[in-house]
Structures are given as C-alpha cells and as structure tokens.
C-alpha cells in the first residue's frame, strides 16, 4: 500500500507505478534526505509537536537506516515510490508508532525541495574543490614556462608570439570565473524550503528559523509556494556546469591540437591517450574527445531543465520530478571531467623547442618588425606594406624573418639596421609587452602572484 493509500480504493497499475517511480534515481539523495527529517524531528520537539520521546526514537531510527544503507544491510526495494516514501515506511516498519510521526508539518514537496537542495550544495562544494586542483596544476605550468615562447593564434592562424605560461593563463581566468559562478550559485541557493508544506505553509507552529539554521541555510525562504517549485538554482547550477563543459571542450580541443603529428606541442602521457586497434602507431588523445565529447551532454540536461520548467503553473507539479535524473548526471559527468583533465595535465609534457620553433616559422614577429620601422619613423601603413613584402619574399624561400640577411632586409627598406635581428627576437617580441594581462614576464609574475592569493582565498566564507 502506498502512503496516500488512504483516499484509493484499487491497487496502483505496474506500469503506472514504473512510470511515476523516484526511488531507482532519488536514492541518491539518501543522505540528504536523512539529515533533513533529523532536523525536522529536532524542530517539532523543540517546538512541543512531538515529544522528546518520540524524537529521539525516530532519530534512533534514522541513524540505524543511514547506516544500514550506508553498510549494505538495508537495500532499496522497488514497491516503494521515493526515497521520501522508502525512509519513512522503513523507519515505521522498525520503530512504530514514533515513525508515524515524522511527517507531521511536512509534505514531500518541501521534503523533495530540500533534499535536491542540500545535494546541489554537497556537489557544488566537491565541484569547487576539483576546479581548485585544476587551477592548481594550470598555476603550476604557468610559473614554469614563463619564458616558453610560443605562438599565439587568432583564427588558428599563427598571430604573435605569447609564452605558455601566458596561454595557461587564459584558462586559469576561465576556470576561476566558473569557481566563482558554482559559488554565486551556492549563496543564492542557501534558504531552506522545509516547512512549506506542499504550498501553503502548515497549521503547525514550526520554527523554520530553527530548522533552516540546523542544516546550515543562511534562513528560511519566503514563500511557501515559490519554496515548493523553484528550480531556478538547479538552472543556475546546470549554467555553471555548462560553462565549465565548455571551457573544459576549449582546452581539450587544443590539446588535441598540440598533441597531433602536425603540431607535436605536447607529449600525453600513455596512462592518458590510448591506441587504435588497427594502427600501431596510433596514440590517441581520447581522454581529451572525451572530455570535449560530454559537453554535450551536459548541454542537454540545461536544455531539459529549462524546457521542463517552462510553463508549469505554480505551485509542485510532477513534472519537476525530471529535474533528478539529468542534473545527476551532468554533476557526474562535469566532476568526472574536471578530475580526469587535471589528472591528464600533471602528466602532459610540452616539446618547448616545437613551440619556440613553430612561433618563429609563422611570422609571429611580423608586427613587431612593422613596429621597428614606425619606432624609425616610417608611417604605420607604409611599415605593414614592407614588412609584408618581406614576408612573402621569405615564404618563398621557405624561411623566417630572422633568418635573412642585413642586405636582404635593407634591400626592401634602408631603415632597418643590424638591432633589427634583437627587435624581433621572440625574446624581444613577449618582454616587451608588459601591461597589465600581456605576456611580458614582469606583466605575468604579477598575474601569478594574484592567482596565487585567488587560490588562497578560495574557501567558504
Ligand atoms: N518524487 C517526487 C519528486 O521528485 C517527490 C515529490 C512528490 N510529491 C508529490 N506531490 N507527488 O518530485
């Protein structure tokens, strides 16, 4: 017999009861939900609701569960329809009267409500603490390769020349905005829905300060109504979630890029790339497609949530039982992601030599010899027009600006002198950026210093 079994007088349909059930997927909430009935019962006995008696079996009852599932004695069985409906009918089946009480001034709406709640805030804190590690070992390559030249791109055509520290640097922004996203959405999340009832608040004389305050919210949320189907913090964390799949698809591109024959950047570690079962002399960069690969489906659990949301009149309706499934599986997939990439970067190795040789052979110094000649006094246009012949002149000789002769850069114009070959050294070219975000090393060991402090900061307040 179901819970509500009351007010039906014929038995639930199989089919149906497959079709509406939770329990296969809500249990992963267990705990979650667990905690939220022991800070419930310690309210109702506070407030007189229950007796001291009563509570403290049922929170007898409640550990006894919470560790019976935790060490495998107590199994999941599939008559029952939720995690909520599993816990209470297993705590009245083993402590009786006492059990029956729990739910009192509670309604699975705000019982669901709060569990999801508390689960999106345990998983944003493990989320943080992987991004953490990632910025870690990104902050690490940073301050080893401060004068690792290599080429920076636009239009994946090679532009000026950056280090790779500097290129590192790009992620470390993107990864740290994303930590900050996950926390904006933790604080804004952090009001307790439980004691809404299932919308219009209870006649009980609940003290929701006091529960909220138990279970770590920063208060109660307002509405009863809203309390019961704001999904908005699930849309917010799926958001960041996407973010980070698609700053994580970014990197994983480029070190399948790096890794290819053509460019030969970087070296993956065997444990990280796998080979072809027909190719010897394969080793592929699968742990990068994968990451890149499961961006998508992190994209369709926000799109679901979002479509699912649109249109629900206030306030539960069923449908928000979708939320579960998908947000569980794209906190999965992205902690997966996060910890798998972080593990791929301790082990990658750079070709340095590869990367200072490709920046050069790209022109990636064209700007700066452009620069030599305005800094003598030819007009910008007409500098971009010779160095520009100088350029094609070397593509046809398949060679780089800093390989020609004095004459040969005096024949297309009689500015440039013997500093031409320091002024366009990738040397010259990355340390003479030096404002604030450039790769310049004295631009950059401020950046990694202040990267440092955002890592040390980087707790709860
Ligand atoms: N399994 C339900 C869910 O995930 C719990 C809430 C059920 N409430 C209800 N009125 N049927 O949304």
């Not at 390559?141 to 994946?156: A, C, Q, R, S, V």
């Not at 699930?234 to 979630?241: R, T, Y």
């Not at 972080?342 to 620069?371: H, P, Q, W, Y």
Request: glycine letters at 8%.
């Amino acid at each position: 017999m179901k819970l509500w079994g009351g007010r039906f007088t014929k038995e639930e349909n199989q089919l149906v009861h497959n079709f509406n059930e939770s329990l296969s997927f809500d249990q992963k909430f267990y705990r979650q939900d667990i905690k939220g009935s022991m800070a419930h019962v310690t309210m109702l006995a506070k407030q007189g609701i229950v007796t001291e008696e009563d509570k403290n079996a049922i929170l007898q009852g409640l550990e006894g569960i919470l560790k019976d599932l935790e060490n495998g004695t107590l199994v999941f069985t599939e008559e029952h329809e939720d995690i909520h409906s599993f816990v209470e009918a297993t705590l009245i089946g083993r402590i009786g009267e006492a059990g029956k009480r729990l739910h009192t001034g509670r309604s699975r709406n705000d019982q669901v409500a709060l569990d999801m709640k508390l689960y999106c805030r345990d998983e944003i804190d493990e989320t943080q603490e992987l991004i953490k590690t990632l910025l870690e070992e990104i902050l690490k390559i940073m301050e080893e390769n401060l004068d690792t030249y290599m080429p920076g791109f636009t239009h994946l055509q090679k532009a000026q020349p950056v280090t790779l520290a500097h290129h590192m640097g790009a992620y470390f922004e993107m990864f740290y905005r994303d930590y900050l996203r996950l926390k904006d959405t933790w604080e804004r999340m952090n009001y307790c829905p439980l004691g809404s009832g299932a919308l219009a608040g209870t006649t009980y004389p609940l003290d929701r300060e006091y529960t909220a305050e138990l279970l770590g919210f920063y208060g109660p949320t307002l509405n009863s109504m809203d309390s019961v189907s704001d999904r908005d913090y699930i849309i917010e964390l799926l958001g960041g979630l996407s973010t980070i799949a698609m700053h994580l698809s970014r990197f994983a591109e480029e070190i399948i890029i790096w890794n290819s024959n053509e460019y030969r950047f970087v070296e993956l570690d065997d444990a990280y790339s796998t080979g072809s079962s027909i190719m010897p002399q394969k080793k592929n960069p699968d742990i990068a497609e994968l990451v890149r690969g499961k961006t998508g489906r992190v994209y369709g659990a926000l799109v679901s949530i979002l479509t699912t949301m649109k249109g629900i009149p206030l306030a539960y309706d069923k449908d928000m039982q979708e939320d579960k499934e998908l947000t569980f599986d794209a906190i999965d997939t992205v902690k997966g992601c996060l910890s798998l990439f972080a593990g791929m970067l301790s082990t990658i190795s750079f070709n340095r030599e590869v990367m200072a040789d490709s920046a050069k052979k790209g022109f990636t110094n064209a700007t700066d010899a452009a620069d030599y000649l305005v800094n003598r006094g030819v007009p910008f246009r007409d500098a971009h027009g010779i160095v520009g012949h100088l350029v094609l002149y070397c593509i046809e000789r398949d060679m780089a600006l800093d390989d020609m002769s004095l004459e040969e850069f005096q024949s297309v114009s009689p500015v440039f002198e013997k500093d031409i070959y320091e002024a366009i050294s990738m040397k010259t070219c990355v340390e003479k950026r030096v404002t604030t975000g450039a790769p310049g090393q004295e631009a950059m060991r401020k950046v990694i210093r202040v990267c440092g402090e955002r890592l040390k900061e980087a707790r709860r307040p």
